[in-house]
T-cell receptor, first 113, second 114 residues
Framework: DGGITQSPKYLFRKEGQNVTLSCEQN?????MYWYRQDPGQGLRLIYYSQIVNDFQKGDIAEGYSVSREKKESFPLTVTSAQKNPTAFYLC????????????FGPGTRLTVT | AQTVTQSQPEMSVQEAETVTLSCTYDTSESDYYLFWYKQPPSRQMILVIRQEAYKQQNATENRFSVNFQKAAKSFSLKISDSQLGDAAMYFC???????????FGKGTKLTVNP
């Protein structure tokens, strides 16, 4: 079955540590996205990548980093510079030149204490 | 930056009744895509319905339909014969021309009462 996987579902870290969230897709989509979801805030775009080895900052990129070395993978690193990292993180992908429809993974809940 | 506004943070409906969720947006584009996504308690985002702006006919998917008013920049979602499984957060989104990004509203929490 084609889809997007995010692991783990729940992640706990101590303040000051970097943490990497995994996102893998087997839909052969060119574009991938990372969103952060907080209560009452909807989905806010962190980073996106339209092609391998290229990515752009979204609206709230500070304190985050990404890489896109393979078409199917788009990991997100939450660095210690992110002031409020506790949130629900969603990864999505879409096929370029399509209707902009994005397919989402199940999400990762990150808790930093 | 483009914005998408959902003016109803919460809505409730009786089972089997009809409910309409509101969404407005701003844009200077003439052709674009609009979406409604559903996020149930599992938090998996699910596409409910999609509308292409150049199509005048309102999109319909089973019990879900939209009222797309291009001049008014309005894109409401109507859920007919509401079911308990329709209870979820609903997000309106607009495709941002050229970048292939989506801009999301803040969501409407729908409660379905038995």
């Amino acid at each position: 079955d084609g889809g997007i996987t995010q692991s783990p579902k729940y992640l706990f870290r101590k303040e000051g540590q970097n943490v990497t969230l995994s996102c893998e897709q087997n839909l052969n989509h060119d574009a991938m996205y990372w969103y952060r979801q907080d209560p009452g805030q909807g989905l806010r775009l962190i980073y996106y990548s339209q092609i391998v080895n290229d990515f752009q900052k979204g609206d709230i990129a500070e304190g985050y980093s990404v890489s896109r070395e393979k078409k199917e993978s788009f990991p997100l690193t939450v660095t210690s510079a992110q002031k409020n990292p506790t949130a629900f993180y969603l990864c999505a992908s879409s096929q370029r030149g399509s209707s902009y429809e994005q397919y989402f993974g199940p999400g990762t809940r990150l808790t930093v204490t | 930056a483009q914005t998408v506004t959902q003016s109803q943070p919460e809505m409730s409906v009786q089972e089997a009744e009809t409910v309409t969720l509101s969404c407005t947006y701003d844009t200077s584009e003439s052709d674009y895509y609009l979406f409604w996504y559903k996020q149930p308690p599992s938090r998996q985002m699910i596409l409910v319905i999609r509308q292409e702006a150049y199509k005048q006919q309102n999109a319909t998917e089973n019990r879900f339909s939209v009222n797309f008013q291009k001049a008014a920049k309005s894109f409401s979602l109507k859920i007919s014969d509401s079911q308990l499984g329709d209870a979820a957060m609903y997000f309106c989104a607009k495709g941002e021309g050229g970048s292939e990004k989506l801009v999301f509203g803040k969501g409407t929490k729908l409660t379905v009462n038995p």
